[in-house]
């Protein structure tokens, strides 16, 4: 049964679980643990991204977010073409912004994405060769972002400056302005 299709909460509670598993080990790659580098590279070849891609589907934002979550951690050396593009796509398919928590789910794109703006690496250079339009892309999103009024909605107020933050940080990136952000 495609994902998309499920409704099962204890199901979906536990692929978020699994995330959670998969979610760790990449961060220990990243800060260079040698098992967790080769746990992660075998969980690369076996289709990782594919799979969390496929959670992804499933209507639960918890689990949504989960998922983005976990691709923020994937190592960039880990990440090819085609998981590029499906992030890519996240933030090119999103016609609204206000539906469930698609601000957070935008805001971890966009992180995603200045990994990769910034990336020395393969990945990095065919990220800004292939996807230069993401600019335009997290324009056009701050443009739809600032026209929402939120006023008098603390929470709605929170999600709209986190998407905001995180389409700035990426288009930052993307010019080559490495300075930090305060704040």
Same mark, same amino acid.
């Given at each position: 049964?495609?994902?998309?299709?499920?409704?099962?909460?204890?199901?979906?509670?536990?692929?978020?679980?699994?995330?959670?598993?998969?979610?760790?080990?990449?961060?220990?790659?990243?800060?260079?643990?040698?098992? %967790?580098? &080769? *746990? +992660? =590279?075998?969980? #690369?070849?076996?289709?990782?991204?594919?799979? /969390?891609?496929?959670?992804?589907?499933?209507?639960?934002?918890?689990?949504?977010?989960?998922?983005?979550?976990?691709?923020?951690?994937?190592?960039?050396?880990?990440?090819? %073409?085609? &998981? *590029? +593009? =499906?992030?890519? #796509?996240?933030?090119?398919?999103?016609?609204? /912004?206000?539906?469930?928590?698609?601000?957070?789910?935008?805001?971890?794109?966009?992180?995603?994405?200045?990994?990769?703006?910034?990336?020395?690496?393969?990945?990095?250079?065919?990220?800004?060769?292939?996807?230069?339009?993401?600019?335009?892309?997290?324009?056009?999103? /701050?443009?739809?972002?600032?026209?929402?009024?939120?006023?008098?909605?603390?929470?709605?107020?929170?999600?709209?400056?986190?998407?905001?933050?995180?389409?700035?940080?990426?288009?930052?990136?993307?010019?080559?302005?490495?300075?930090?952000?305060?704040?």
């Amino acid at each position: 049964m495609p994902l998309k299709l499920l409704r099962n909460k204890q199901m979906m509670s536990a692929i978020g679980a699994v995330v959670g598993v998969i979610k760790v080990y990449c961060q220990r790659a990243n800060d260079e643990d040698p098992d %967790a580098i &080769e *746990v +992660s =590279n075998k969980l #690369d070849a076996a289709g990782r991204e594919q799979v /969390l891609f496929q959670a992804k589907e499933a209507p639960d934002d918890d689990l949504k977010v989960l998922v983005m979550e976990c691709l923020l951690e994937v190592p960039i050396n880990n990440l090819q %073409a085609p &998981e *590029v +593009s =499906n992030i890519v #796509d996240i933030v090119a398919d999103c016609d609204n /912004l206000t539906v469930g928590r698609t601000e957070e789910i935008l805001s971890h794109a966009f992180s995603i994405m200045r990994k990769l703006a910034t990336d020395d690496g393969e990945e990095g250079i065919h990220f800004r060769r292939f996807h230069a339009a993401a600019i335009h892309m997290a324009l056009d999103i /701050l443009v739809r972002n600032s026209g929402r009024d939120t006023r008098g909605h603390e929470s709605e107020s929170a999600e709209k400056a986190e998407l905001s933050v995180g389409a700035v940080k990426f288009l930052r990136a993307s010019s080559f302005d490495c300075m930090p952000l305060s704040g």
